[in-house]
């Protein structure tokens, strides 16, 4: 699905975000999406430490990878569980910033995660966004999954999203 900037989409308002527009330009390449994923760590400092890039950025849906590296592994030589929630969060707050109404702010409120088995491999997380009601200040939940390299969900998350109008105080 792609939209172009100004253009309704399936989520209730305009797909035109900075974000959307940024990916847009540069996801052409294995390079863009590289530096769109760097990009997306500078606006939000912690995203760096586990290295994703994006494959997938479009209103509705984000996939990005994450390669399992020291870094990122724990005492026993897994990806650790707070790297899988730091991918989780990056790919349910990339796609909720693509896909919300411009009229709209969002925050993250609340995670509820689930690890069902040792990440011993390369890890794609993957978020959908179900459409977004402009206007009224509304939990969304952003359902991610994270999978290895074998195609085997080795984490779910469910992550609670506060959407409120622009110019309004935060509940």
Not at 2 to 23: C, I, K, V, Y
Not at 72 to 93: R, S
Not at 105 to 131: C, H, N, S, V
């Amino acid at each position: 699905m792609t939209h172009s900037p100004g253009q309704a989409s399936d989520h209730g308002g305009p797909a035109g975000s900075e974000a959307l527009r940024r990916w847009q330009t540069l996801s052409g390449t294995a390079f863009g999406r590289w530096l769109f994923s760097r990009m997306v760590a500078v606006k939000a400092p912690y995203f760096a430490s586990i290295r994703a890039v994006f494959d997938v950025l479009e209103p509705g849906r984000a996939v990005a990878r994450m390669r399992k590296r020291r870094a990122v592994t724990n005492h026993i030589g897994t990806v650790h569980a707070i790297a899988m929630a730091n991918l989780c969060e990056l790919v349910a707050g990339t796609v909720t910033e693509v896909s919300v109404p411009r009229s709209m702010r969002w925050i993250p409120r609340g995670m509820q995660i689930d690890y069902l088995a040792k990440a011993e491999t390369d890890l794609t997380g993957e978020a959908t966004l179900p459409p977004v009601t402009e206007g009224e200040a509304q939990d969304i939940v952003v359902p991610v999954t994270v999978k290895d390299s074998d195609g085997k969900t080795v984490v779910r998350a469910m992550i609670t999203m506060y959407l409120s109008p622009r110019g309004t105080q935060k509940n």
